[in-house]
């Protein structure tokens, strides 16, 4: 009788294990919502120009994706920028020569008539005119480098939940918590050196320019050179800082993740008896779904980031580029106040150029090695 | 300028030169009136040939150079030019004093003619001190 209930029970069970298959999927995280968010946080003129497929139903179209970064799409992007850029870069480039066009007249004809001191007056005129003109324009590149640099901060704090999510899935969650949280430092110490330091100090660097060449003595040039310096030095410096601490922190993180992951996989796997093995096989299988929902989120991210900060570069490199060509005109022209003034401006614009270009390769950066760090489940 | 403009300018400045002189010598009294007359005419006929050189600056400056600005300029240097003549006309009547006033006059008048351009600057460095 026990013999016949035992047996039975086995055959039960036998067949229980035939009639219950278990399955096991792997499904990646929904990361639509903060997906939604950052593409939301954009500017609508950048979103005007990504081709609408780029998020579909929530998520990165690899295709759309791969579409917008090729070689033609980034150049036709680059193209319409410039052709924005060139007319205002036209006019600026004929106000000043106009105005030098003008002074070196107004040279020609004191010399001519032996003007004195009344020649004297009518030059200061002509340098009030130009110094103006030049302040203006520099005014407008400070406006457009400010909201850029707002708007790269809000796009960044907008991507930091996408990629907390996806990494915090793929098992990384130290590299999650100590990427995310050296990127929002950053953020948070960009943000106040920028507009107390940086900012502030490039606008002092123009006045600077401007005061020594209105006052034609010459002793406010040491000051200027060496406002330059500390500028460049603290640009340097801050980039420099960042891009170490950020990758030593990064790279530990992932380290420490992959490390605890592998063991925690290990653990299931010698203790779980059949099932150990198919656990580890769909952990495995989800990490490469995982690993490339990162890169592309990851690269979609810098190629954004690409766009966003494409049309001020170009405009800065334009103005940059129009001080240059007045220079050689105001040398041609034999005026040598007005080639040291122009020179001067150019030399500071170069570093608000710099200040842009600096804080997009931070953040570059910062995305690149998240794409390139593996996750902790080991893809 | 033309060249033959250039011919007119010194044939007519030579013409002054000796109906002066000739002036001068018979009638002492006219001699100042006859400079004047050669001054003024000599004035006129460079004012005409500048004036298409103003209005192709004008023509090829348009909208990038503002009008305030180019009015500024324009009258600078017309207040140079009348003012040095007239005073180096003073001058060569015997009356350094009425010719330094002249000048001091010029002076003060385009002092008055930064005043628009000094509070454009003094705007751009408020802006810029406010950063």
């Given at each position: 009788m026990k013999r016949a209930f035992w047996g039975a029970l086995a055959l039960l069970c036998g067949l229980a294990l035939f009639c219950l298959p278990a399955a096991a999927r792997a499904e990646l995280p929904d990361v639509s919502e903060p997906l939604e968010a950052f593409y939301a946080a954009l500017p609508e003129s950048l979103r005007d120009s990504l081709p609408p497929a780029l998020l579909d139903g929530g998520m990165p179209n690899a295709d759309a994706l791969r579409e917008a970064a090729s070689l033609p799409a980034l150049l036709a992007r680059m193209r319409d920028v410039l052709a924005d850029a060139l007319p205002g870069a036209g006019r600026l480039l004929l106000r000043i020569a106009l105005c030098l066009l003008f002074a070196a007249m107004l040279e020609s004809v004191c010399d001519a008539v032996s003007a004195g001191s009344l020649g004297e007056m009518a030059r200061f005129c002509c340098r009030l005119c130009l110094g103006g003109v030049l302040l203006e324009a520099q005014l407008a590149q400070l406006n457009l480098v400010t909201a850029c640099l707002r708007q790269l901060q809000l796009v960044v704090n907008a991507m930091l939940p996408v990629l907390a999510a996806v990494l915090s899935a793929g098992g990384s969650t130290g590299t999650a918590a100590a990427s995310c949280g050296a990127l929002m430092l950053f953020l948070n110490l960009g943000e106040n050196l920028c507009g107390s330091f940086f900012l502030p100090m490039i606008a002092s660097a123009y006045g600077l320019a401007a005061a020594a060449w209105l006052s034609s003595g010459g002793r406010l040039g040491g000051l200027l050179r060496a406002l330059k310096r500390i500028i460049a030095w603290s640009m340097g410096m801050f980039g420099t800082v960042f891009s170490a601490v950020f990758a030593f922190q990064t790279i530990l993180a992932a380290g420490a993740d992959s490390v605890a992951v592998r063991g925690i996989r290990f653990a299931v796997g010698?203790?779980?008896?059949?099932?150990?093995?198919?656990?580890?096989?769909?952990?495995?299988?989800?990490?490469?779904?995982?690993?490339?929902?990162?890169?592309?989120?990851?690269?979609?991210?810098?190629?954004?980031?690409?766009?966003?900060?494409?049309?001020?570069?170009?405009?800065?490199?334009?103005?940059?580029?129009?001080?240059?060509?007045?220079?050689?005109?105001?040398?041609?022209?034999?005026?040598?106040?007005?080639?040291?003034?122009?020179?001067?401006?150019?030399?500071?614009?170069?570093?608000?150029?710099?200040?842009?270009?600096?804080?997009?390769?931070?953040?570059?950066?910062?995305?690149?090695?998240?794409?390139?760090?593996?996750?902790?489940?080991g893809a | 300028?033309?060249?033959?403009?250039?011919?007119?300018?010194?044939?007519?400045?030579?013409?002054?030169?000796?109906?002066?002189?000739?002036?001068?010598?018979?009638?002492?009294?006219?001699?100042?009136?006859?400079?004047?007359?050669?001054?003024?005419?000599?004035?006129?006929?460079?004012?005409?040939?500048?004036?298409?050189?103003?209005?192709?600056?004008?023509?090829?400056?348009?909208?990038?150079?503002?009008?305030?600005?180019?009015?500024?300029?324009?009258?600078?240097?017309?207040?140079?030019?009348?003012?040095?003549?007239?005073?180096?006309?003073?001058?060569?009547?015997?009356?350094?004093?009425?010719?330094?006033?002249?000048?001091?006059?010029?002076?003060?008048?385009?002092?008055?003619?930064?005043?628009?351009?000094?509070?454009?600057?003094?705007?751009?460095?408020?802006?810029?001190?406010a950063w």
């Open positions: 010698s203790a779980v008896p059949v099932l150990g093995n198919v656990i580890g096989e769909t952990v495995r299988t989800a990490a490469t779904g995982l690993r490339y929902l990162k890169d592309t989120v990851g690269l979609m991210g810098i190629l954004l980031l690409v766009l966003l900060v494409l049309p001020p570069m170009i405009g800065l490199f334009m103005h940059r580029a129009v001080l240059m060509l007045a220079e050689s005109a105001a040398e041609v022209l034999g005026g040598d106040g007005e080639r040291r003034l122009l020179g001067e401006f150019a030399s500071v614009s170069g570093l608000l150029f710099g200040l842009l270009v600096g804080a997009v390769l931070c953040f570059i950066f910062a995305l690149v090695l998240l794409v390139r760090i593996s996750l902790g489940v | 300028m033309r060249e033959m403009d250039s011919f007119k300018l010194c044939a007519a400045a030579f013409l002054c030169t000796v109906v002066i002189v000739a002036v001068r010598q018979y009638r002492q009294d006219f001699a100042l009136t006859a400079r004047m007359a050669a001054t003024v005419i000599l004035l006129s006929f460079s004012a005409a040939l500048l004036t298409p050189t103003l209005r192709w600056l004008e023509q090829i400056g348009g909208e990038a150079f503002d009008s305030a600005s180019a009015g500024v300029l324009w009258r600078a240097l017309a207040i140079v030019c009348l003012v040095r003549v007239c005073s180096a006309f003073c001058r060569d009547c015997g009356e350094p004093g009425v010719a330094a006033c002249l000048e001091f006059a010029g002076k003060a008048e385009l002092m008055l003619l930064c005043i628009p351009l000094l509070e454009r600057l003094l705007q751009a460095v408020r802006t810029l001190a």
